[in-house]
């Protein structure tokens, strides 16, 4: 297997792993936010963004009604391939761009939480414009956003190392270099 499609594969599995980190790290914070921002952020943000675009692409996209059970199966594919795709490009993008990877992610971490909730998420009209959201959001946002990549550089390491470990040639040991001569 070729540097590139290892990189990109130890990626993935640290993006899936990060994905439940994520999720993880976002529900405890949100436990700390003051009921008036969880108010506001449900009022702006009525749906969870992978619902909401699950519901776009496939009710308004393709016109088919789909079940509450479907929509969350759905959203969770969305979730998990957002993160394992992020997850890939990050295993890629940390070999070529070391800078990245520094202290545990957090320059790739803070860049996704800046181009989700300051570009793509609004862009597609899954939230609002970031302005409008409160403070304690962007803060859940950027800690999570934290974790997960410092999840996903944690398992680009331990995959290189485990990598590593099996790729390796053993050594030679004493009796057998006795046994050579």
């Not at 993935?12 to 914070?29: N, Q």
């Not at 943000?45 to 199966?73: F, R, W």
């Amino acid at each position: 297997m070729n540097k590139f499609t290892k990189d990109a594969l130890f990626g993935g599995v640290g993006g899936l792993v990060g994905t439940v980190v994520i999720a993880a790290v976002m529900k405890r914070i949100s436990m700390l936010q003051s009921d008036e921002d969880k108010q506001l952020e449900h009022r702006l943000i009525p749906e969870e963004p992978p619902h909401k675009l699950a519901s776009v692409l496939i009710e308004d996209g393709i016109g088919i009604q789909i079940t509450d059970d479907t929509k969350s199966a759905l959203a969770r594919v969305v979730q998990f391939g957002y993160g394992t795709g992020w997850g890939a490009a990050y295993g890629v993008l940390r070999q070529r761009f070391p800078g990245i990877a520094k202290a545990a992610g957090l320059p790739f971490g803070v860049g996704l939480t800046l181009l989700g909730w300051g570009a793509l998420l609004p862009l597609f009209k899954l939230s609002p414009a970031p302005h409008k959201l409160p403070l304690s959001t962007h803060a859940r946002g950027l800690v999570s956003h934290y974790a997960y990549a410092a999840t996903v550089e944690g398992v680009c390491e331990l995959c290189e190392a485990i990598d590593r470990a099996a790729t390796q040639k053993p050594s030679t040991t004493k009796p057998q270099l006795r046994e050579v001569a």
